[in-house]
T-cell receptor, first 110, second 113 residues
Framework: GQQLNQSPQSMFIQEGEDVSMNCTSS?????WLWYKQEPGEGPVLLIA?????ELTSNGRLTAQFGITRKDSFLNISASIPSDVGIYFC??????????FGAGTRLTVKP | DSGVTQTPKHLITATGQRVTLRCSPR?????VYWYQQSLDQGLQFLIQ???????AKGNILERFSAQQFPDLHSELNLSSLELGDSALYFC????????????FGPGTRLLVL
């Protein structure tokens, strides 16, 4: 129901390549968030999306809030080695009720 | 730096023991969340407090408990520890109300031997 399906689970890419990952659900979300977690650290907020159709960029990162409010994607352009980490999507079902995806583990080969 | 602080950063203890993890939310945030993350796993939501009151409960074991104090800091108490409790424990905070964006602390790494 309100679970998030995040894909892919992992990605191995060459430096300079573009990356795309997404989260989908059968439920409607009011907010979509994307976090990055590096080993041994807490997740860091990358992009927050608050309106259906919203497209937001943060440097080489671009994320969109799906029109149906049931999905979101995150793109990383021209990847670099420091992009390595686990990327989590999170969706807010209702006020303060946030669900997290299982994460996409990104490996970038120099 | 998210503004959320957690102590201690590392904790090593033995099975059967009890530990307390502490979290101070960002200035002005009323909501505090606790998560458990086992090795190479996702974030498992444990519990949420809002302005001192329990707001939501996730997959929190009965051996675990939490509270939020009047100054809004929160503590997570883990008792009768088992080997499987070894994990990273994260605290996150949000303003509360209609603003639910969560900001995470650096985590406490718990190792139960």
């Amino acid at each position: 129901g309100q679970q998030l399906n995040q894909s892919p689970q992992s990605m191995f890419i060459q430096e300079g390549e573009d990356v795309s990952m997404n989260c989908t659900s059968s439920s409607i979300f009011n907010t979509w968030l994307w976090y990055k977690q590096e080993p041994g650290e807490g997740p860091v907020l990358l992009i927050a999306l608050y309106k259906a159709g919203e497209l937001t960029s943060n440097g080489r990162l671009t994320a969109q809030f799906g029109i149906t409010r049931k999905d979101s994607f995150l793109n990383i352009s021209a990847s670099i080695p420091s992009d390595v980490g686990i990327y989590f999507c999170a969706g807010e079902v209702r006020d303060n009720d946030m669900r997290f995806g299982a994460g996409t583990r990104l490996t970038v080969k120099p | 730096d998210s503004g959320v602080t957690q102590t201690p950063k590392h904790l090593i203890t033995a099975t059967g023991q009890r530990v307390t993890l502490r979290c101070s939310p960002r200035s002005g945030d009323l909501s505090v969340y606790w998560y458990q993350q086992s090795l190479d796993q996702g974030l498992q939501f444990l519990i949420q407090y809002y302005n001192g009151e329990e707001r939501a409960k996730g997959n929190i074991l009965e051996r675990f408990s939490a509270q939020q104090f009047p100054d809004l800091h929160s503590e997570l108490n883990l008792s009768s520890l088992e080997l499987g409790d070894s994990a990273l424990y994260f605290c996150a905070s949000s303003p509360g109300g209609r603003e639910g964006t969560q900001y995470f602390g650096p985590g406490t790494r718990l190792l139960v031997l």
